[in-house]
């Protein structure tokens, strides 16, 4: 009784938009490698997370059909949306289905509106993922697909799952599932053992669960 | 093992800044190293408002000296000073953050002469950055989607519009980055770099290659 009551993740399905919210906020804190109350309080702040509430909270403003509450929602749905814009560059569009634990690293110049986005995937600043003007194609992306810095997934392109887009890609045409698309236009590579073990993990940043690597990158050995 | 030291790369260019130890520069010092650096881009018209009142109103600017006390601010060595920097650094980097779209984490230390030409989607969070190191917009550094390392770089590096410099790769001396690169894999020292993944499309690159200014421009 205590855990339904406490713990926001077991209320999943009795509130979608709020239990989402909460892995998205855990899986941001994991990703920035950010732990306690500070940690907690920072990825809050974030304006990344902001969005990502903006969003769960029109995607489920969306859903309520009965006009009387659907659009006093909807209104709040679209002034928190264009305050997010206009304070935070990003603009993910309640349309767009997207899984659990999306996180959005940094701000600034974030463009998405996707057909579906699955789970546990990442966006980062300047990202667009969208439809090629004039047409209506939306994109679909798989699970745990990890949008680089920069990088444009446009028109009717399905991206598998786990795929990393690396920074400053431009991806035009459909992208396989464990594999990396790079270049402007963007080529596919499978990806290696090793990449699919470090993006599937969510490796922290910095590394600091394996730390060899955050020793390594620190040069304190 | 540094750049520097690996023999297959070409033969370390001792750069403006790299006099081996580094002259510890006060925060004020640093600050007016920035501005002092800035200042010189405005090689065409020197007058007094593209000198100071332009150079001081930018938002790059703002983003520069706020980093730059952020990062005085966490190298306090008593506890009860880092914290009160450290709050008023805070109150002072959310409405430039807000304003200049400049994120730079205030533990990256780097050298004097930083420049940030224009100002969104930049994100700078490397290991350790050397002098004159000059942004422009949309420039990330940071790590990759592995998260496991950092980017190290050397001095005298210019990143283009939009430039990314991705996950642990080291950057040598006098490097310029193109507009849009990606920059993956370490390139070395005085090379120009462009292209999705980088490629290295020059090697030797003249020390005045940014600042040269071809006959036919001239007079």
Redo the contacts between chains.
């Keep these: 009784m205590s855990a339904i009551l406490w713990d926001p993740a077991s209320c999943y399905t009795a509130c979608r938009a709020w239990g989402s919210m909460y892995g998205d906020v855990r899986k941001k804190m994991e ?1 920035e490698s950010r732990r306690g109350l500070l940690g907690w309080l920072a990825v809050v702040s974030s304006a990344g997370t902001f969005a990502v509430l903006v969003y769960r909270f029109g995607h489920w403003a969306n859903r309520w059909r009965f006009p009387l509450i659907g659009i006093p929602l909807r209104a709040v749905y679209f002034l928190g949306f264009y305050l997010v814009q206009i ?1 935070t ?1 990003i603009s993910v569009q309640a349309y767009s289905r997207i899984g659990k634990r999306f996180v959005i690293l ?4 974030i463009f998405v509106v996707a057909e579906r986005i699955g789970d546990d995937c ?1 966006v ?3 990202v667009t993922v969208g439809n090629i003007r004039g047409s209506k194609q939306l994109p679909v992306l798989g699970h745990n697909v ?1 949008l ?3 990088c444009k997934v446009l028109g009717s392109v399905t991206i598998g799952d786990n795929v ?1 887009v ?4 431009l991806v035009l045409s459909d992208v396989p599932s464990d594999s990396m698309a ?3 236009p963007a080529r596919v590579r499978p990806l290696t053992e090793d ?1 699919r073990a ?2 599937l993990g ?6 600091l669960v ?1 730390g060899q ?2 020793g ?4 304190q050995a | 093992m540094t750049m520097s030291q690996d023999p297959t790369r070409d033969p370390p260019v001792p750069s403006m800044g790299s006099s081996s130890p580094p002259p510890a520069l006060t925060l004020w010092g640093l600050i007016r190293s920035d501005i002092r650096r800035k200042q010189e881009h405005y090689v065409l018209v020197q007058r007094f408002f593209n000198k100071y009142v332009k150079v001081l109103a930018q938002h790059g600017t703002a983003a520069v000296v706020v980093y730059r006390l952020g990062h005085w601010a966490v190298t306090r060595q008593s506890r009860l000073a880092r914290v009160l920097a450290i709050a008023f650094y805070t109150c002072l980097a959310v409405p430039v953050r807000w304003i200049s779209r400049v994120v730079i984490d205030p533990r990256v230390p780097i050298g004097p002469g930083f420049v940030i030409h224009n100002f969104s989607a930049v994100y700078i969070d490397a290991e350790r950055i050397g002098d004159n190191f000059t942004v422009n917009q949309g420039v990330t550094v940071g790590p990759d989607f592995r998260r496991n390392g950092r980017p190290v770089i050397g001095s005298n590096v210019f990143l283009g519009a939009g430039a990314a410099i991705l996950g642990s790769v080291e950057v040598g001396d006098n490097v310029v980055v193109a507009a849009n690169a990606l920059v993956v894999k370490p390139p070395g020292t005085n090379c120009l770099v462009a292209g999705v993944p980088g490629m290295i499309l020059m090697r030797n690159l003249p020390p005045d290659y940014l600042t040269h200014v071809p006959a036919h421009h001239r007079g």
């Design positions: 990703l304070w560059g940094n701000h600034t110049c990442t980062c600043q300047g990890f680089e810095p920069g990393v690396r920074a400053n890609s790079v270049g402007n990449e470090q993006l969510s490796a922290p940043l910095n590394g394996n690597a955050n390594q990158a620190n040069g």
